[in-house]
């Protein structure tokens, strides 16, 4: 295979909601381009992409699956995207080493939220867009009413390229108004008839055509006055003019395809590989010194490690991109995220499943090898002297928690591997021992997401798992001030234990000022402050210690100790050992024994004072409390708000976004552990939604006691 350098490479990420036909488009892509010889179809299950035996099993993409063609003299390296929202990391890890998205539509069903989801995607990383109308061919197919929403949704920059003479079952013919020809198939699709336009369709391609040239030429000055002096550019001019428009986003061409059936495919990759940009025509990456690092093949060698598999009857398989330099194969690099070596044995160019070996790849280029220790998803690996590192791939929050765990226990220490790996492969699957909670939450962006996970592990790894409903991490408080205190005592031969501690505690608030008198029945308590301590808790808020003790009633130095023993009841809280916060506590008086005082015994007359006091002052428990912004088609808006208030939502707002509905609202985690799985039910799975946390708020009245009952019972059982 050739060699080919960095201004002949163009990498592309193929994007679109599911069901869009991205498989299919691969697929005939690679068809056109000589690399198959025989297209597959996703029902037969012989595509070059989706060849994991869990997508077989679904029927749709899971990964992101990386090919490449050698296509009029370059390289197109193209990375096809799962659709789901649900794997939407595969997208993102994408979108960040390649540099142009080919977001493909189905024409039936025009514009949905995952296609609106990937094109901010791309707004966010300022990657140029290409939007291809696939299945034009299809039963429901209107295609006047799918441009004129393209063009509203995604603005004026939207630019056709092409439109279909006869959209609907019997599509077979459309025009180029780039090239100012007429292209048709017969009923297989594959090599067109390439001919005049009709006179009938002259008018409208006349127009398009010109609407086209006013957008090339508005991305360079020269052909801005070119276009003016002589009203037309030429094709190489206004090819040129798109390749800047593309770079600087000022242009979104449209262009018209059947997959299934092959037509408009080689058209398209015509574009590819002469307008896209090439890796050296975008912006340089960014290092996390933020210095930009161009892509030359002079320069000092560093590979970016962006997606990892274990691939059967291979094993783990790293796919990595040359971001400077050239690596050959035999290479020795540093990983600088590790701080470990690594030998690059054997270089690949990937075509799915297909792998053909190469001795070098320069600046720009995408590959993969296998059998690498320790290198890691997100890892970067430099060549002796260099110490360029990149952190670029940001992924979104987890939208969807389950609560894991084998079926035999003994199994924990296999499935914590497993698990571990799995991240490694799609980091979107998060994995945290909790020990607030005592499980281990998997977390990702919603039901499938995790049932995939589930499938692999049980059909792959043989290991029987159980996913149950997490726990939620409450938080307790009070709400007034309380006294107490308590007396340890105890003797059992020898010395014994004594100590006896005297506090107040209160609601602790940011500023509050400090204490000075307290009045509990007709008792005043004064408080001589000697010294506070500020103890910042790892679940957030606070826990604030006074020592207010006067004449020596308590020695210094058993303060720590009482002080660990008001931890430990703020680490497992009196009503439903949950973690407490925002507390402040003046301890006041006390005694001690000249013999028997020692450090337990004031560990547990602290931990026991407390725990009274903070009965007696009207304790709260919180909730967390997430910001959920929701998108809908507007014929479900209703439903949606429905069931969000059935959720105990507070709605803070809606709004329109580019034809779809937005709704902000406050919601309790407790009410979203289904939320993914009943939004998609409701609109048909024609809707997203973000989560964040916002803060802890009181849990309603009704809330609590349903809590404390059944903290009470399992205690009982206990």
Known sequence: MKVYQTNEIKN????????????????????????????????????????FPVEKEYGYSVFSTVFYAEFLNKKLNVIDCPGADDFVGSAITALNVTDCGVIVIDSQYGVEVGTQNIFRTCSSLKKPVIFALNQLDGEKVDYENVIEQVKEIFGSKVVTV??????GPGFNAMIDVLLMKKYSWGPDGGVPVIEDIPEEERERAQELHQALVEAAAENDETLMEKFFDQGHLSEDEMREGIRKGLIDRSIFPVFCVS???????RRMMEFLGNVVPFVSDMPAPVDTDGNEVKPDSAGPLSVYMFKTTVEPHIGEVSYFKVMSGTLKAGADLDNITRGSKERFAQLFCVC???KTQ?????????????KLKDARTGNTLDEKGCSIAFDFIKYPAPKYQRAIRPVTESDSEKLSAILTRMHEEDPTWEVVQSKELKQTILSGQGEFHLRTLKWRVENNDKLPIVFEEPKIPYRETITKAARADYRHKKQSGGAGQFGEVHLIIEPYYEGMPAPDSYKFGNQEFKMNVRDTQEIPLEWGGKLVV?????????????????????????????LTGSYARDVRVCIYDGKMHPVDSNEISFRLAGRNAFSEAFRNANPKILEPVYDVEVFVPADVMGDVMSDLQGRRAIIM??????????????VPLKEMSSYSTALSSITGGRSSFTMKFASYELCPSDVQEKLLKEYAEKHADE
Do not use: H, W
């Not at 190469?358 to 296998?370: H, P, S």
């Open 653 to 666: 707002g809606m709004s329109s976004e580019n034809g779809f509905e937005k709704i902000s609202a406050k």
């Open 259 to 265: 997959a299934l059936r092959d037509m408009g495919v």
């Open 12 to 51: 592309i990420a193929l994007l679109g909601s599911k069901g869009s036909g991205k498989t299919t488009l691969a697929e005939a892509m690679l068809y056109e381009c000589g690399v198959i010889k025989r297209r597959g179809t996703v029902e037969a299950k012989n595509t070059v992409s989706d060849y």
């Open 162 to 167: 092409q439109y279909p003479l006869n959209a």
């Open 358 to 370: 190469v001795d070098e790849l320069k600046a720009g280029d995408i590959g993969a090898t296998v």
């Open 352 to 354: 799915g499943q297909i």
């Open 546 to 574: 006074c020592n207010c003790i006067v004449g020596g009633a308590i020695d210094a130095r058993f303060i720590p100790a009482i002080v660990k023993g008001l931890m430990d009841r703020i680490e497992q809280g009196p």
